[in-house]
C-alpha cells in the first residue's frame, strides 16, 4: 500500500506552479506508482480564465470548494462549478476554465502523468513527460 499526504507530496517535489499563473497541482499519485491513473489536488487561482485540450488524457474534476465555470468549446456550451460538481472530459473536449473564486479541485487523469506535465501552447500534456521521483 502507498500512504502520501499533501503536506509530504508538496515538499517531495510533486506541487507543480503552472508558468502562466493560473494553477498549482499536487500531484498525489504518478505513473511510476503503476495504478493506471493519476491524482492530482490542484488549486486554480481566482481570475483564472484559460483554455485547456487534453487531446492525449482523459480527465475527470470534481470541485471541493470554491466557485467557477467550465465552457465547451465545440458548442459553447457553459456549466457552473460548485463544490460537489464533477465535469468528465470524456470526448477530449476543448474548454475553458474559469474560476471566479480560487477553486480546489481532486482531478484523474487517464493515461497517468508523468509529473512535471504543465501545458503546452494547444491547453495538452505531452506524452513523454519528465518524471518524478523515478
Ligand atoms: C482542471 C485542470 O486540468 N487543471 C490544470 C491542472 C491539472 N489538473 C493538473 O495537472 O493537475
Redesign the pocket.
Known amino acids: 500500500m502507498i500512504v502520501r499526504t499533501l503536506a509530504e507530496a508538496a515538499k517531495e517535489g510533486r506541487r507543480i506552479v503552472s508558468p502562466d499563473g493560473n494553477?498549482e497541482?499536487t500531484?498525489l499519485l504518478l505513473r511510476n506508482d503503476e495504478m493506471g491513473f493519476s491524482f492530482?489536488i490542484?488549486t486554480?487561482y481566482a481570475g483564472a480564465d484559460f483554455m485547456?485540450h487534453y487531446q492525449n488524457h482523459l480527465?475527470s474534476?470534481y470541485c471541493i470548494s470554491g466557485e467557477g465555470e467550465v465552457e465547451t468549446l465545440a458548442d459553447g456550451k457553459k456549466y457552473p462549478i460548485s463544490p460537489g460538481t464533477i465535469y468528465i472530459l470524456d470526448k477530449h473536449d476543448k474548454h475553458m476554465?474559469r474560476a471566479t473564486k480560487e477553486m480546489t479541485?481532486a482531478?484523474v487523469f487517464n493515461p497517468p502523468?508523468h509529473g512535471k506535465?504543465v501545458h503546452n501552447k494547444d491547453g495538452a500534456y505531452e506524452l513523454e513527460a519528465e518524471s518524478i521521483g523515478g
Request: hydrophobic share 50%.
Open positions: 494553477w497541482s500531484r492530482h490542484t486554480i485547456l480527465e474534476v476554465l479541485m482531478c502523468l506535465e
